[in-house]
């Protein structure tokens, strides 16, 4: 098991009987997101840094694309991409992975291959607009959470929805734009307040950190309320685990 502390990587074992041990730090005041690769390295995302950091078991660190000295929206090679915040990371089956990349409103794709592509929105240009992905717009968003079907959503918490992208085309898939709020419900009733952290179960079902509500969301739109989270900064991250677990890393305290 993985934890992120004040930008450092902490790993212990599963059960909990190892004590923590320190891989590595990323940056101070960290908060973003964090994939696995097939190949056993953890991927992160350095906002403050402006990069994407790859961690080794062993605590060995490198850049796998970014740089620390400018932040830009810069598609290419890995060595030659910029990000501006970059902040969400989600892989698919395929071995892609995507980032949100908050500074520039975008979500970026990195290919197994080693090109960085601005994969939807337009930087620098935040807003809210569906439809193809080059014309879509999105707001300040929170994490990007791969489907099994193989869509991308995405937690667009400036505009208080969620954001599914298929087939090259950005849809509204839960709440109402600019309409905050904590009704459940389906397709136009549901309301979302600040979503941000996002997770999605073997069976289709998607867990959002809604600020101070954990919010479940079915295949066919459902959304309902499964928790309440006290705590000024409500819940950071999600992740689903093992037998239908479900962990949940929150801020502050009540």
């Known amino acids: 098991a993985y934890g992120l502390t004040?930008?450092?990587?902490?790993?212990?074992s599963a059960d909990g009987t190892e004590p923590a041990?320190?891989?590595?730090?990323?940056?101070?005041?960290?908060?973003?997101?964090?994939?696995?690769?097939?190949e056993g390295r953890l991927l992160v995302t350095d906002p403050n840094g402006h990069r994407l950091l790859a961690l080794l078991p062993d605590g060995t660190q490198t850049v796998l694309a970014g740089s620390a000295q400018k932040s830009?929206?810069?598609?290419?090679?890995?060595?030659?991409?910029?990000?501006?915040?970059?902040?969400?990371?989600?892989?698919?089956?395929?071995?892609?992975?995507?980032?949100?990349?908050?500074?520039?409103?975008?979500?970026?794709?990195?290919s197994r291959?080693?090109?960085?592509?601005?994969?939807a929105g337009r930087a620098p240009q935040a807003g809210f607009a569906d439809g193809p992905a080059a014309s879509a717009r999105f707001g300040q968003y929170g994490l990007a959470v791969t489907e099994a079907a193989g869509s991308v959503l995405v937690a667009d918490s400036g505009n208080a929805v969620l954001r599914?992208?298929?087939g090259g085309?950005?849809?509204?898939?839960?709440?109402?734009?600019?309409?905050?709020?904590?009704?459940?419900g389906g397709p136009g009733v549901a309301r979302l307040e600040y979503p941000s952290a996002i997770t999605a179960s073997a069976d289709g079902t998607v867990y959002v950190g809604?600020?101070?509500?954990?919010?479940?969301?079915?295949p066919?739109?459902?959304?309902?309320?499964?928790?309440?989270?006290?705590?000024?900064?409500?819940?950071?991250?999600?992740?689903?685990?093992?037998?239908?677990?479900?962990?949940?890393?929150?801020?502050?305290?009540?």
């Open 113 to 119: 291959d080693g090109q960085v592509s601005t994969w």
């Open 6 to 12: 004040n930008g450092e990587v902490r790993r212990r």
């Open 72 to 110: 830009d929206s810069i598609d290419g090679p890995f060595a030659e991409a910029r990000f501006d915040s970059p902040v969400g990371m989600a892989r698919d089956t395929l071995g892609n992975t995507y980032v949100t990349d908050a500074g520039a409103h975008t979500i970026r794709r990195l």
């Open 220 to 254: 066919q739109g459902q959304v309902s309320t499964v928790a309440l989270v006290p705590g000024p900064e409500g819940v950071l991250a999600l992740q689903t685990g093992a037998r239908g677990s479900l962990y949940a890393a929150t801020g502050g305290s009540a």
């Open 169 to 184: 085309v950005v849809s509204t898939w839960a709440g109402v734009v600019g309409e905050r709020g904590t009704a459940d």
């Open 164 to 166: 599914r992208i298929a």
């Open 210 to 218: 809604d600020y101070q509500r954990l919010r479940r969301i079915t």
């Open 21 to 38: 041990r320190a891989l590595g730090r990323v940056a101070p005041n960290y908060l973003g997101g964090a994939t696995f690769e097939a």
